[in-house]
Every structure is written in structure tokens, then in C-alpha cells.
């Protein structure tokens, strides 16, 4: 059943990838159910955020940050300091997500929150890739705040790690930021 569950997790994986967000959530939910059963935490919490995280592609947020916020539970109880960080980041996109479309300044900051509190975790980890998409985050964060030399700090901290690493698709990613504060300082 443990590794039935796993391959409904990574058939979920795959139909998310497709964009086929309806199939994902079923093989989901059933790899999500497997676990239960089993009452195994660390695979219950994974499935959960894969669930959420096909919510926040959906645009429903609210679902999203629910079951980011179990799988957290989750992984705080089992003390998974790597997946409570990445947990962490989660919940910091959707409220970075939110105050996009919101354009409140409060789902910016409780995303900064969140974000600071990963990268904390992340950095005693020694998890630079975690470090890396948190910097990159936070950058964008206050590229929305309009902190816009904050940002470029951050981001300039995280292209330095992602170079170290050799983390290619990181660097396109912090690049393109980068590019976007330099054209709205003109």
C-alpha cells in the first residue's frame, strides 16, 4: 500500500505537469487516503502539498493556504525542519499571490513574514535551494512594496548562491526579476 500510494503521488505529479488538474487531484487524494490509513505523517504532509499546490495554480487560494497550512502541522510534529521551510515559502506565494490580485499591502507583508521564517529555517539547514527561491522571493516582495533597492539585495544574494550551486533555472528566475526592478527604475 506504501508504494501504491507513492505511485499515485508521482501519477499526480505527472498529470500537474500536463496541467490535467483534475486527474492530479484524484491520484492525490487516493495516494493523500493511502497514507492516512497507513498513518504515515511525512507522506500524508507531501500529499498535501501537492494537493495544495494545484489550488494555488487554480487560483483558489484560500484551499491552497488550508492544505499548506495541514502539511505544516504535519511536519512539525514529525520535526521536519526542511519541509516546515519549504511549507513556509508555500504559504508565503500564496499570500504573495493574494495581495497581487488583492494588491493589499497586508498579504505582502504577512508574505514577507513567512518568507523570513523559511529562509531562517533554511539557512540552519545549510538548504540552498530553499535559500535560494526564499531570496528570490523575498526580493519580490519588496519589489511589490516598492522597496526596490531591499529587493535587489536579495535578489543579488540569491543569484551569488545560485551561481554557486550552478542552479541555471534559479538564475533565469532571479535574472528575470532583476530585469523587471531595473525597468520600473527606468
Known amino acids: 500500500k506504501k508504494d501504491e500510494g507513492k505511485c499515485l503521488n508521482n501519477i499526480g505529479l505527472y498529470y500537474w505537469k500536463i496541467d490535467n488538474y483534475n ?25 498535501l502539498n501537492n494537493i495544495g499546490a494545484i489550488f494555488i495554480d487554480i487560483g483558489n487560494y484560500d484551499r491552497a493556504l488550508e492544505y499548506f497550512e495541514k502539511a505544516l502541522k504535519f511536519d512539525r510534529k514529525v520535526k521536519d525542519s526542511t519541509n516546515i521551510s519549504k511549507d513556509l515559502n508555500n504559504i ?18 504577512s508574505a514577507l ?13 545549510k538548504d540552498r535551494y530553499t535559500e535560494i527561491r526564499t531570496l528570490n522571493n523575498i526580493g519580490t516582495i519588496n519589489s511589490h512594496l ?41
Open 146 to 186: 516598492k522597496e526596490n533597492q531591499k529587493a535587489l539585495i536579495s535578489l543579488q544574494s540569491a543569484l551569488i548562491k545560485a551561481k554557486d550551486t550552478r542552479d541555471t533555472e534559479g538564475m533565469s528566475i532571479i535574472l528575470n526579476n532583476m530585469g523587471i526592478i531595473y525597468s520600473q527604475l527606468g
Open 113 to 125: 513574514n513567512y518568507y523570513n521564517q523559511s529562509l531562517k529555517i533554511a539557512r540552519e539547514n
Open 92 to 109: 508565503g506565494s500564496i499570500f504573495r499571490r493574494k495581495g497581487m490580485v488583492s494588491e493589499e499591502r497586508k498579504d505582502f507583508i
Open 23 to 47: 486527474e492530479a487531484l484524484k491520484s492525490y487524494e487516493k495516494s493523500l487516503e493511502i497514507a492516512q490509513n497507513s498513518e504515515n505523517e511525512q507522506e500524508q504532509a507531501n500529499c
